[in-house]
């Protein structure tokens, strides 16, 4: 079946002022049964108020071997997260 | 025939419809093609056995008898179920179901579209929420049609069965009685017959879509709603009423 119906990956979005999250994926015939498909397979209990679908084979991933020179280069620098600063308490939470 | 009367066996019709239905399409649960439609098919019976469950209590409310919606739902002979005879059509292929679905469902989301207007403020509230579930399933089961007729050349042939074998179950959703009457004249339930030119239409628009042609010559099918059923009812009831038949007045 897999190599005669494509797969679609499916986006929620919960809230209004959150952003759409991937929350897996559904075979289809097209985009329109594929929006079909994502609304009755992931949005049975209220998860959401949008859905989008990409087609799996549209989306351009890493390659799990480049990890090392893609994100490795960013552990020792610290300095990259805010976490140098004074806050006055009356700032409160931010 | 009194109003209360009359408003019990026109509740009780509706009731018996979404139920059978809805017992029907639950029998897909784990034999679908697809895990995406086996997600659906049971999707779409909940909505129906839950319209069913809301109708039921308000024919036992009416009836005023003591009866609750399992009394009424499962403690009943087979005669005394006055659903359509095209719900109760067995599952047959996937093609079979969709197309008993999609004329039921394009039925359903007029009659409730003109009975959110009833007079009876219960039922008016039952449309409100019932239409927008039955819109749902009149999409989804029109975009299988038009790819099941204007697919491959088994799917074509599938689907041009399916209509041919349930086509003629259509005509007895129109039909209008004593019991309809009394209720279409006191403005409690939309008149059946005047719903029929629009799902001509609305059939013919998905069937065009999808290169399917209409039978043009029928032999039409009644009598559910004089509980006259076919032999398949038998077997249905024999699973739906098990559990209250064996376990009376069980609860989950």
């Known amino acids: 079946m897999s ?44 998860e959401g108020l949008s859905l989008w679908i990409v087609r799996s084979n549209d989306i351009v991933a890493s390659d799990p071997s480049d990890k090392e020179e893609l994100f490795e280069p960013a552990a020792d620098k610290i300095y990259r997260h805010p976490t140098f600063y004074d806050i006055p308490d009356d700032v409160g939470h931010m | 025939m009194n109003n209360e009367g009359a408003l019990f066996n026109g509740l009780l019709r509706l009731s018996d ?23 659906s098919l049971p999707n779409m019976a909940l909505d129906l056995i839950g319209q069913a469950r809301t109708l039921y209590a308000y024919t036992g409310e009416v009836e005023g008898k003591g009866r609750d919606e399992d009394a009424i ?10 659903n359509l005879l095209l719900v109760e059509r067995p599952n047959g292929d996937f093609a079979h179901t969709i ?20 007079k009876d403020a219960t039922i008016a509230a039952i449309a409100g929420k019932a239409v927008k579930e039955m819109a749902y399933h009149v999409r989804h089961c029109g975009e299988w049609i038009i790819r099941l007729g204007d697919g491959t050349e088994e799917s074509a042939r599938r689907i041009a069965d399916a209509i041919d074998a349930l086509h003629p179950y259509t005509d007895e959703m129109f039909d209008v009685d004593d019991t309809t009457q009394s209720l279409i004249d006191a403005e409690i339930l939309p008149d059946s017959s005047n719903l029929k030119d629009e799902w001509d239409s609305l059939i013919g628009r998905v069937f065009a879509a999808g290169k399917i042609s209409i039978p043009e010559q029928y032999w039409p099918k009644r009598g ?29």
């Open chain 1, 3 to 46: 190599e005669e119906i494509p797969v679609w990956e499916v986006f929620i979005r919960p809230r209004n002022g959150l952003s759409h999250k991937h929350v897996g994926s559904v075979h289809a015939a097209d985009e329109v049964m594929a929006l079909q498909a994502a609304r009755d397979v992931y949005t049975r209990r209220g």
């Open chain 2, 17 to 39: 419809d979404h139920l059978v239905l809805g017992h029907r399409l639950s029998e897909w649960c784990g034999h679908a093609p697809m895990l995406e439609e086996d997600l």
């Open chain 2, 73 to 82: 739902a499962y403690l009943r002979r087979e005669s005394e179920y006055k």
């Open chain 2, 99 to 118: 197309v008993r679905q999609f004329y039921f469902a394009v039925f359903m989301e007029l009659f409730w579209q003109k009975a959110i207007d009833s």
């Open chain 2, 224 to 252: 559910g709603r004089r509980g006259e059923h076919g032999e398949e009812m038998g077997f249905l009831l024999t699973d739906l009423q098990y559990m209250q038949r064996t376990y009376p007045d069980m609860t989950w």
